[in-house]
Structure formats: C-alpha cells, structure tokens
C-alpha cells in the first residue's frame, strides 16, 4: 500500500511542482478537495485557489488558477493556466496587476478581452489571498 503521492502540476510554460507528498489539497468545483494516497481514480476541474502540499509535517502551498486534475491511487497530475508556490508570489505585483485589471473592465472592452481581462484579475486576485494567508 501506497503512503505517498506523486504530485505534478504543470502549466503551459513549465512544470512548476513534482514531489511526492502524503497529502494534497485542492479547490475543486464542488469544493475544496483533500487527497490521499490511495484515492479512487477520479478527473474532475480545478478552480482558482490554493493548493497545499503535505510532506512530512510540512506545508507548502501554491496558488492555482483554472485547470483540470487527474487522480488516481498514486499520483495526482494538475494542469492549470497558472501555478505560484507562496514563497515566489510578489505582492506588490500582484497588487498592481490586480489595480490594472480592475480599471480595464471599467473601460469599453470587447468580449474576448473582457474574458482576459477577468482572468487576469482573478489571477492576481488568487495570489495576493495565497500571499496573505501564509502571513497569519
């Protein structure tokens, strides 16, 4: 029996996360989702949020943007259009790609940037929740 889990999550310009870990914590569409080794196999949708890394008592967390996750006994495989570990978010940044979104959907925009625009909001917003959250 297995008591750890390959956790891969990828994005389209890299491979951001690939340990094993004993659990894993995921926003899921239903939900936050707490994966063991030894899951039933499942794929479902993965939601902006926080991923958290168990390892040895250990916590790491990540923010997540969209994506889908494939889950099985031994490994669970996220692809996502964004992946930060906390560590590496700039909140400054952040901030200020949270700012210029915001101000972009007051202007007239098309529907295609509108979509691009909310996405990046929700980007920055789901870093900054992550950067803060790791202060408590």
Known sequence: MANTLKLEIVTP???IYSEDVDMVTLPGVEGEMGIFPMHIPLMTQVVH????????????CLAVGEGFVEITGERVAILTDMAIRADD???ARAEEARKRAEARLGEKIGEEEMASVQAAL??????LNVKRRQRR
């Open 13 to 15: 310009e890299a491979r």
């Open 89 to 91: 978010i700039d909140e």
């Open 49 to 60: 949020g926080e991923i958290i890394a168990r390892k040895g008592g250990q916590e790491q």
């Open 122 to 127: 929700m980007h920055s917003l789901t870093q």
